[in-house]
C-alpha cells in the first residue's frame, strides 16, 4: 500500500484571502489591532486556537478559544455571503487523479474543521477521492502526530507506507513525529528552507514535479 496524506490550505487549495480576511474580522470584533497578513499566513497550519496563541501570545486560553469561535462565525458569514474562493491549485487535481489511478490511497489531515473541509472538498469535486479525512476538531493541533496515526489506522498503512504531503514546517515536524516520510511544497505558506529544515525529504516546486516525484 502507499498511502499519501495531503494538508488542505496551501497545499490542496488556495484560501489565502478568506484565511486573512475572515482573521481581521475576528481582531476587529475584540476591538485588538489586525495581525500583518504575513503573520497571518505564518499561522495557517496550525488549530485555531494554537493560531490564535500565536497571533495574540499575551492571551489567554479563554480569549483563544473565544477567539476561536469568532473566527469560526466570521468564515461561516462570509461563505454564506458568497465571499469564500478556496480553488484548487492548478495541476492538483491532476496530481490526485494520477495517485489515484496508480493504485494510492488518499488522505487529509488539516487544521480546518470537518464542516470546512467536507465544504471544500465537495466544492472543488475531489471527496470521493479520500479515503480518510483528520481535522482539528478531533485532534491534537499539528505537529502532534494524531491525525497522521489516525489516518494510518484507518487505511490499514504502515508508517513506512505512508507520506505526509503539505507546505508548512508543522506538517513537516508531524511527519517526522509520526515516523513518516515528509514532503514540502513550495506554493503555500512556508518557505522552502523551513520545510527542510523541518524534516522534509525534499520540496516540489510544481504540482507536476511532485507528481513525478511520488510516481517514479
Known amino acids: ?9 496551501g497545499t490542496l487549495i488556495d484560501g489565502q484571502a478568506a484565511i486573512c480576511e475572515a482573521m481581521e474580522a475576528t481582531f476587529a470584533q475584540f476591538a485588538l489591532p489586525a495581525p500583518t497578513r504575513t503573520a497571518i499566513r505564518r499561522a495557517v497550519g496550525l488549530s485555531l486556537p494554537q493560531a490564535m ?3 495574540l501570545p499575551e492571551s489567554d486560553e479563554a480569549q483563544q478559544e473565544a477567539m476561536a469561535q469568532a473566527y469560526k462565525a466570521a468564515f461561516r458569514q462570509a461563505r454564506s455571503e458568497g465571499r469564500v474562493s478556496q480553488p484548487l491549485f492548478e495541476g492538483i487535481g491532476e496530481v490526485l487523479h494520477a495517485l489515484k489511478d496508480a ?3 488518499l488522505a487529509v ?20 477521492l479520500f479515503d480518510s479525512l483528520q481535522t482539528a476538531d478531533r485532534h491534537p493541533s499539528k505537529p502532534h502526530p494524531a491525525m497522521l496515526e489516525q489516518a494510518l489506522f484507518e487505511t490499514g498503512a504502515q508508517a513506512s507506507e505512508a507520506v505526509m504531503i503539505g507546505d508548512t514546517a508543522y506538517d513537516m515536524a508531524m511527519g517526522r513525529n ?5 514532503i514540502g511544497v513550495d506554493w503555500g505558506y512556508h ?7 523541518a524534516g ?14 511520488l510516481l517514479r
Not at 178 to 182: G, I, K, M, S
Open 103 to 105: 493504485g494510492w490511497t
Open 200 to 213: 522534509a525529504e525534499w520540496v516540489a516546486e510544481t504540482p507536476e514535479g511532485l507528481r513525478a516525484y
Open 109 to 128: 489531515a488539516t487544521g480546518m474543521s470537518d464542516r470546512g473541509l467536507a465544504f471544500c472538498l465537495a466544492d472543488n469535486g475531489i471527496a470521493a
Open 53 to 55: 496563541r500565536q497571533l
Open 1 to 9: 500500500m502507499k498511502l499519501a496524506v495531503f494538508d488542505c490550505d
Open 191 to 197: 518557505h522552502p528552507r523551513e520545510l527542510l529544515e
Open 178 to 182: 509520526a515516523f513518516v516520510r515528509a
